[in-house]
């Protein structure tokens, strides 16, 4: 979820996790960590949107009844 974070913050294309800068350096960090496919990364990041707006919706609706 830290790349689909990054990726989503840096307003990057999830094309970046095959760039070779991007990889030396995670590899440098975690040899061993597996990096997600750019699918991945895109599939994560509409879920992640879908629960944090389903997150708001539902904090906006509390929020409503409470007025």
Same mark, same amino acid.
């Given at each position: $979820?830290?790349?689909? #974070? ?5 307003? #990057?294309?999830?094309?970046? +996790?095959?760039?070779?800068? /991007?990889?030396?350096? $995670? =590899?440098?960090?975690?040899?061993? %960590? ?8 895109? %599939?994560?990041? =509409?879920?992640? /949107? ?6 708001? +919706? ?6 409503? $009844?409470?007025?």
């Amino acid at each position: $979820m830290e790349i689909v #974070r990054w990726v989503a913050e840096s307003a #990057r294309p999830c094309m970046v +996790v095959k760039n070779c800068g /991007f990889l030396k350096l $995670m =590899k440098i960090g975690q040899p061993k %960590y597996k990096i997600p496919s750019p699918k991945t990364v895109a %599939y994560d990041t =509409k879920t992640l /949107f879908a629960k944090s707006h389903q997150h708001i +919706v539902n904090l906006l609706q509390v929020g409503t $009844m409470l007025l």
